[in-house]
């Protein structure tokens, strides 16, 4: 069936500000993740963490301009697997809208889906975290995005997707982003295997701030992520803006009571964890069910993603950052749970018609939806597999860092950069509270040769030679600073 045909005369100008606005929105989310991911690991990896979403950003734009867009969206291909390359290098991508969007420019809609095409790959990434090379990520995020990203989001959104055609109820990426994503994560686990020391240390977020600050960014983007594409006029992008909150909420909530049983704390991580894995559940349902739906399914996705967590810990699964829980875990749950709550009243608001979901008696929708989750976790894990394994064949691509440069963390073998060059400093100073100097420790007998770059690595300073340095000091001399420091400075 050919797609319902468009003009530039249907152009609405609120509508297409309001997805600009939004592209810019689902903009921030990507180094709003990195700064999530970044807080959640040791500091010796913080950098690269929030370096590697955005070269997925890169890759993906280009790969989007490329091909990427015209095989997940074109409306002129017949296939109901993936799309032709009727629009590769944007050609003839300009005012005509999409059918997906009738009242917004199609350079417009082309960008605003980018957004979601560069983000999910940097989701999948943080499974490798703490132990993955540049380089080889580079290729495997243009690969992953055109063999699993652009197929699936083609069968679920695309005119002649074969998902679509069935009826599957997915609005903003229940399927392609979080599903995909989730299961991508595990690959990398199967794959690549555990971190270095995984079980035999106990390891704690770094930096609670940049889980806070990325969360925050997170969450400010996810109201253009859920909302951007929704019916101004008819409500619907109010209705998808609230769900998105009122999830998120709802989840933290229910995630901090889950860890205050066991911790007797308020965790201001667990409730990042907790918001975060509500608007995954809510992101394909955000626009299609009533806002009260909003409210089970954050308390469902903050209690299974939990426990999921916990699950993996028990099992024994080095999921890093929590990809695989709650972005693939939550991802099922809220593909689910639209075929529960989706509400033909509110996704007819904009004059679309749809049978809803088991709420509206539609039990058949349920199935679907079932349909949808097990191909695209499928299809997303065997082929991000295979990827990879293929890629660890050729040692210019093979994805793990080897032990050494594991130990010493990415930022410097991978970047020769830190994250955080003045906390050798702050430590030092700490440590000698009878004055106030630079750090004595970056005298040339402290410098280390390093094994990948000539980047200095800098030994931690211990308690012995910390007393020793306080000891040898003249205590009568008047506190001074030391401004004898080498700029390269290393984290602790």
């Given at each position: ?89 944007f050609l003839d991508v300009s005012m005509k809208p ?362 931690e300073s211990t308690p012995e030679t910390n007393t ?25």
């Amino acid at each position: 069936m050919a797609p319902a045909a468009t003009s530039i005369d249907d152009i609405d100008m609120g509508t297409t500000v309001w997805m600009i606005a939004s592209t810019a929105f689902v903009f921030l989310m990507i180094p709003g993740l990195g700064y999530f991911y970044s807080g959640m690991v040791r500091s010796k990896n913080a950098l690269s963490l929030v370096f590697l979403c955005m070269m997925a950003l890169a890759v993906v734009t280009v790969q989007w301009v490329l091909w990427g867009y015209s095989l997940a969206f074109s409306e002129t291909a017949t296939n109901p697997f993936i799309g032709n390359l009727k629009h590769w290098l944007f050609l003839d991508v300009s005012m005509k809208p999409h059918p997906n969007s009738p009242t917004v420019p199609g350079v417009v809609f082309a960008t605003y889906q980018c957004m979601f095409a560069a983000l999910t790959p940097g989701l999948a990434i943080g499974g490798a975290a703490e132990r993955i090379r540049v380089f080889p990520t580079i290729i495997y995020v243009f690969v992953w995005s055109t063999l699993v990203y652009d197929p699936i989001a083609y069968w679920v959104w695309a005119p002649n997707g074969w998902l679509a055609k069935l009826g599957v109820l997915d609005f903003a990426g229940g399927c392609a982003v979080e599903t995909a994503s989730g299961f991508a994560a595990l690959a990398f686990y199967f794959v690549l295997g555990k971190r270095k020391g995984f079980g035999e240390e106990k390891w704690q977020p770094h930096n609670y701030l940049n889980i806070i600050l990325g969360c925050s960014l997170l969450y400010f983007g996810w109201f253009g992520f859920n909302a951007g594409a929704a019916s101004l006029t008819s409500g619907r992008a109010g209705i998808a803006f609230l769900t998105t909150s009122l999830a998120g909420a709802t989840a933290g909530l229910t995630w901090v009571a889950l860890a205050f049983r066991i911790e007797h704390k308020y965790s201001s991580f667990h409730y990042c964890s907790g918001a975060v894995a509500g608007m995954v559940c809510v992101t394909p349902a955000s626009s299609y069910v009533s806002v009260w739906a909003a409210v089970p399914m954050g308390v469902i996705s903050g209690v299974c993603c939990y426990y999921a967590i916990e699950a993996n810990l028990r099992i024994g699964i080095d999921d890093c950052i929590d990809v695989f829980a709650v972005h693939g875990i939550g991802g099922i749950l809220g593909v689910f749970l639209t075929g529960v709550f989706a509400n033909k009243s509110v996704i007819g608001l904009d004059g679309t018609k749809s049978d809803g979901g088991l709420i509206n008696g539609n039990a058949k929708q349920l199935y679907i939806q079932l349909a949808a989750l097990a191909v695209s976790a499928a299809w997303s894990f065997t082929i991000s597999f295979i990827v990879l394994t293929i890629m660890n064949y050729f040692p210019l691509l093979r994805l793990r860092v080897d032990p050494d440069a594991e130990e010493h963390g990415l930022d410097f073998t991978e970047l020769g950069e830190a994250g955080y060059s003045f906390m050798h400093d702050v430590a030092n100073i700490n440590n000698k509270p009878d004055a106030i100097t630079a750090s004595p420790s970056f005298h040339e007998e402290s410098l280390l040769e390093h094994p990948h770059k000539h980047k200095p690595v800098f030994k931690e300073s211990t308690p012995e030679t910390n007393t020793a340095a306080t000891t040898t000091a003249d205590s009568s001399s008047p506190p001074s600073i030391n401004m004898d420091v080498k700029s390269n400075l290393s984290p602790v």
